[in-house]
């Protein structure tokens, strides 16, 4: 139970009104009460919403140019690492290697992606199949991923998972279809990994969607919720 | 997040960690989306053009550059680069030695102060016409009791500490602090349903 006290610190930190030594203990307190954290959050959406009271006034036209003109002198300011040749010249060689072997097995997975599919789409030559790279965003590890085969002909798909840990008990994963035409994300059902942290799931949508921007994993209650509650895990377009 | 659908945020999502992989064209479909309202909140806050675009560039800039490190556990895409324009104005404000110069008591008042020409005012009517969730959260903070909104957007605005706050208004601090909570605590009520 959160006290009125924790909720008036809460709203106080979120707008950053607190002195440094109370929000560092504020801090402390977040990170050991997680029903505090949720309280925070909310009141951070609150706050963020908040800044549409300003009085509309669109920047110039020209501001973007100004932005992209410094994105693009800072990519180019960031300069090479010189050639070492010490004891650890061999780490950048190494990281490539990895990426390669790392891009290799993505390739591999989407190839055996596309194989298991033929069958489908041989039953259906002029079926239309599309592929969503799914991307893990924090808090999902930084080498989960998944890569989804979606036939809007058929309204249903298959996704192969990987590197994603099972999830804490009560909890379960759910599948999102982002789809233009509907405002909320539409439920593609559960999916469960094995021990590995893998899975491969045929799916169906649970209401039509037509134009599919998006698919999307997000951690929800156990046995999945109608309207996406929690945070997403793996999002990605095709 | 409330000022968006459920999709809008997940498509924000795929956006920032496109920019975290360094997609320039994910960044040019951001700042489309985002740059309004966070120039809009630069401007109220700094009260000046120039100082605003400049604040704005600091903060795209930033996004680019913190793409990576943003945690959709904490916040909203949305909240947090608003969050992140309102950090970024009270730096310029703090090293400039002031206060914001907005002199804003409610909503409705601040959208007649804005020093603009008239075509200004026109195509920021138009942005809010098109922007069907920025005209229910100012009507949803308008139907806010007063003295909540008040001590909001003194707050978030004008960066005034609650101890300031408590001062101007000639209330007690724990009385202030209760109204910025409700404020906000009803606010994400009502943009809920």
Redesign the interface.
């Known amino acids: 139970m959160i006290s009125?006290e924790q909720?008036?610190q809460?709203?106080?930190y979120?707008?950053?009104?607190l002195e440094p030594h109370e929000a560092a203990a504020f801090e402390s307190e977040l990170n050991a009460n997680a029903e505090l954290r949720d309280i925070a959050?909310?009141?951070?959406?609150?706050?963020?919403?908040?800044?549409?009271?300003?009085?509309?006034?669109?920047?110039?036209a020209s501001?973007?140019q100004?932005?992209?003109r410094?994105?693009a002198m800072?990519?180019k300011r960031v300069v090479p690492m010189p050639t070492r040749r010490g004891s650890f010249g061999w780490v950048p060689w190494a990281i490539a290697a990895g990426l390669a072997i790392f891009c290799g097995l993505l390739a591999l997975d989407r190839v055996r992606l596309k194989r298991e599919l033929a069958e489908i789409r041989a039953a259906d030559p002029l079926m239309q199949t599309t592929f969503f790279t799914l991307?893990p965003?924090?808090?999902a590890p930084a080498d989960a991923k998944a890569t989804v085969a979606w036939q809007p002909g058929r309204q249903s798909g298959v996704i192969r998972i990987s590197n994603l840990p099972a999830p804490q008990p009560g909890k379960d994963y759910q599948l999102?279809a982002?789809?233009a035409a509907?405002?909320?994300?539409i439920s593609a059902g559960i999916i469960r990994v094995d021990k590995n942290g893998s899975a491969q799931v045929r799916f169906k949508s649970v209401k039509r969607a037509e134009h599919v921007?998006?698919f999307?994993i997000s951690l929800e209650r156990e046995g999945g919720v109608p309207?996406?509650e929690g945070?997403?895990l793996l999002?990605?377009?095709a | 997040?409330?000022?968006t659908?459920?999709?809008q945020?997940?498509?924000d999502?795929?956006m920032?960690?496109r920019i975290g992989?360094?997609d320039?064209s994910a960044?040019?479909a951001l700042?489309?989306r985002l740059?309004?309202?966070?120039?809009?909140?630069a401007?109220?806050m700094l009260g000046d053009?120039a100082e605003?675009?400049d604040a704005?560039?600091d903060v795209?800039?930033q996004i680019?550059?913190r793409a990576g490190t943003?945690?959709?556990?904490?916040?909203?895409v949305?909240?947090?680069t608003?969050?992140l324009?309102?950090?970024r104005v009270?730096d310029r404000l703090r090293a400039r030695g002031r206060r914001s110069r907005v002199v804003v008591a409610s909503?409705e008042d601040?959208?007649t102060?804005?020093a603009?020409d008239a075509s200004?005012v026109e195509?920021?009517?138009d942005?809010?016409e098109k922007?069907d969730?920025?005209v229910r959260?100012?009507s949803v903070?308008n139907n806010l009791p007063s003295e909540q909104r008040e001590a909001?957007?003194m707050?978030?605005?004008e960066?005034l500490?609650?101890h300031e706050i408590a001062a101007r208004l000639g209330q007690p601090l724990g009385t202030v602090?209760?109204r910025?909570?409700r404020g906000?605590?009803k606010?994400?009520e009502q943009?809920r349903t």
């Open positions: 009125e909720q008036d809460a709203a106080l979120v707008l950053g009104l959050r909310e009141l951070r959406e609150a706050a963020g919403v908040v800044a549409l009271a300003a009085p509309p006034q669109p920047p110039p501001l973007k100004r932005i992209m410094e994105l800072e990519t991307a965003s924090a808090p999102w982002v789809d509907h405002e909320d994300p921007k998006a999307a309207k996406k945070p997403i999002v990605g377009t | 997040m409330a000022e659908s459920s999709a945020q997940m498509l999502q795929e920032i960690a992989r360094r320039q960044f040019s700042y489309d740059s309004g309202p966070l120039y809009s909140l401007m109220k053009p605003a675009q704005l560039q795209f800039l680019w550059s943003y945690d959709p556990e904490q916040s909203s949305f909240s947090w608003v969050l324009t309102r950090s009270i909503t601040s959208s102060t804005v603009a200004t195509s920021a009517a942005t809010a922007n969730e920025a959260v100012r903070l909001i957007e707050a978030f605005f960066h500490t609650h602090k209760a910025i909570r906000l605590l606010l994400r943009l």
